[in-house]
């Protein structure tokens, strides 16, 4: 049971450049999460999905974009990188309910140049 | 807004001794669930323990225990007995009933001496 895999583990891009983060769970939960990490600080909401077809914007959406066509990936696209989205980018999944903890994936260090 | 205060950047604790962190939480919601993840320098986010709003008993785990006062919106983490393994980032964080969102605070940086 690998649980929340996101890849890749680190990345460095230049101004401009564009990506996507890989986030997949094997958890067959129905909500996952996008956040972000910078240094010193708490996690950031970027986006998240409580189901297939159904996204929505957290705390800090901009210059970032998602889709969910299966339960299983929620990846996050950067368009247009800057150097503000350096950061340490974590994915999460869980069950419905308010109780429900969420699993997190490893991360992903990004920096931009 | 929503927010977590976590007001203490760091913390350090002796082996073997008791710590406590500090969080507040700012809600008109009355339920909810706190929650208290650990971050090791691995960048792994680990849940330590949670407490649902309306259980007036304070959760505990092992070494682990919280401090829960709802009308204060106070939600503190008790280590006893503290293990060089303990040290960590520590964050607070909430879910509110009928929101998807989990909001955390900034984090406590916590060290423990030998």
């Known amino acids: 049971n690998a649980g929340v895999t996101q890849t890749p583990k680190f990345r460095i891009l230049k101004i401009g450049q564009s990506m996507t983060l890989q986030c997949a769970q094997d958890?067959?939960?129905?909500?996952m999460y996008w956040y972000r990490q910078d240094p010193g600080m708490g996690l950031k909401l970027i986006y998240y999905?409580?189901?297939?077809?159904?996204?929505d914007k957290g705390e800090v959406p901009n210059g970032y974009n998602v889709s969910r066509s299966t339960t299983e990936d929620f990846p996050l696209r950067l368009e247009l990188a800057a150097p503000s989205q350096t950061s340490v980018y974590f994915c999460?999944?869980?069950?419905?309910?308010?109780?429900?903890?969420?699993?997190f994936g490893n991360g992903t260090r990004l920096t931009v140049t | 807004a929503q927010t977590v205060t976590q007001s203490q950047p760091e913390m350090s604790v002796q082996e073997a001794e008791t710590v406590t962190l500090s969080c507040t939480y700012d809600?008109?919601?009355?339920?909810?669930?706190l929650f208290w993840y650990k971050q090791p320098p691995s960048r792994q986010m680990i849940l330590v323990i949670r407490?649902?709003?309306?259980?007036?008993q304070n959760a505990t785990e092992n070494r682990f225990s919280v401090n829960f006062q709802k009308a204060a919106k106070s939600f503190s983490l008790k280590i006893s007995d503290s293990q060089l393994g303990d040290a960590a980032m520590y964050f607070c964080?909430?879910?509110?009933?009928?929101?998807?969102?989990?909001?955390f605070g900034t984090g406590t940086r916590l060290q423990v001496f030998p």
């Open positions: 999460a999944s869980s069950s419905p309910g308010v109780g429900s903890p969420l699993h």
């Open positions: 958890m067959n939960h129905n909500y």
């Open positions: 999905s409580v189901g297939a077809g159904i996204t």
């Open positions: 809600t008109s919601e009355s339920d909810y669930y």
């Open positions: 407490q649902e709003a309306y259980k007036q």
């Open positions: 964080a909430y879910r509110i009933h009928n929101t998807d969102k989990l909001i």
